[in-house]
């Protein structure tokens, strides 16, 4: 559409120039959908920083409790005179049952 003059006649048939009939209301609603958009989008990046943010937090966690579970098996293995040589191994298969890997993905 091309831009209307602001001394060009309005196209609504007033007679009227542009300026001083319907070009106040044509810039508001062109600025109503600017904003619209505006939101949209904002709205958008707020929904993607957020599934970042949890998907973020979630692999933290996976760091935490593949480091402890780590820090357990290495303990078992520096001190065999403490724990049964199977505990480890034991130790291993539980983890794995309490946080499979994830599926997918
Ligand atoms: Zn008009």
């Known amino acids: 559409m091309p831009?209307?003059?602001r001394n060009d006649p309005?196209?609504?048939?007033?007679?009227?120039?542009?300026?001083?009939c319907c070009r106040a209301k044509d810039e508001?609603?062109?600025?109503?959908?600017?904003?619209?958009?505006?939101?949209?989008a904002l709205a958008q990046h707020q929904e993607h920083q957020a599934r970042f943010e949890e998907r973020q937090a979630q692999l933290e966690h996976e760091d935490e409790l593949?480091?402890?579970?780590n820090a357990v098996v290495d303990l078992v293995h520096a001190h065999p005179e403490l724990y049964d040589p199977e505990f480890?191994?034991?130790f291993?298969?539980?983890i794995a049952k309490l946080d499979p890997p994830?599926?997918?993905d």
């Open 10 to 20: 309005c196209p609504c048939g007033s007679g009227k120039k542009y300026k001083h």
């Open 102 to 104: 994830a599926a997918g």
């Open 88 to 90: 480890g191994t034991t």
């Open 3 to 5: 831009k209307i003059g």
């Open 28 to 40: 508001a609603a062109e600025h109503a959908a600017f904003a619209a958009a505006r939101a949209a």
């Open 66 to 69: 593949a480091h402890a579970s």
């Open 92 to 94: 291993q298969q539980l």
